[in-house]
């Protein structure tokens, strides 16, 4: 039996109610106690908690326990790349061309100038969502509205991918450790390899 005061120890309880069975808390109530508790926190701490109570969640229901689940898109606080100065055109080239820096990064700042997303979006992108032809993908935060790519994103792409099928289109370098828990949705099905997080990026 798993109870509401088990997501959470730090207030979740004073908004859903002590001793409720989760069986019991909507999506609605988790992503609203969500917002209440970090919605103004830093992107960092957001996304940190964000993926906990994600992965907690969705580790209840793979062990067959009635739960919740975050909704699919819950309010995100301010992005804090939104305050930072943006790379002229000829900045992205020089980082592009520079033979130290990884496939993996190169395509993700290349995309981020081509589509003026913003990281935290296009970390959240997964392979089976590209539109590769019509060079755009849907963004979850923003209603799956599309954002589009140039040339240069276009050119990246493909070697980034591989033969990778489905799952994160940005991934870490190694596998997560057997104390890491992480939910279904952010593994590579083909490599093992877990979603890259803000953190990280």
């Given at each position: ?50 993926a ?5 969640l ?20 301010a ?13 992205i ?13 190169k ?8 589509t ?52 994160p ?33």
């Open positions: 039996m798993k109870v509401a005061e088990q997501i959470d120890g730090r207030g979740a309880v004073d908004r859903i109610g002590p001793g409720r069975l989760l069986s019991t808390v909507s999506d609605a109530e988790v992503g609203a106690a969500l917002e209440s508790l970090w919605g103004q926190a830093a992107s960092s701490t957001w996304n940190a908690r964000l906990a109570v994600h992965t907690w969705s580790w209840c229901r793979e062990r067959g326990w009635d739960a919740p689940a975050v909704p699919a898109v819950p309010r995100r606080p992005l804090s790349d939104c305050r930072k100065r943006v790379r002229s055109r000829r900045a080239d020089r980082l592009i061309a520079d033979r130290n820096v990884h496939l993996r990064e395509t993700l700042w290349r995309m981020l100038y081509e003026c997303a913003h990281t935290e979006e296009l970390l959240q992108v997964n392979i089976e969502d590209l539109d590769l032809r019509g060079r755009r993908c849907p963004i979850v935060s923003r209603g799956a509205e599309f954002v589009y790519w140039d040339v240069g994103t276009a050119r990246l792409l493909p070697p980034l991918i591989r033969n990778r099928t489905r799952g289109l940005f991934v870490t370098h190694r596998r997560s450790g057997p104390g890491k828990g992480r939910s279904h949705d952010d593994l590579c099905p083909d490599t093992g390899l877990a979603r890259l997080s803000y953190d990280q990026a």
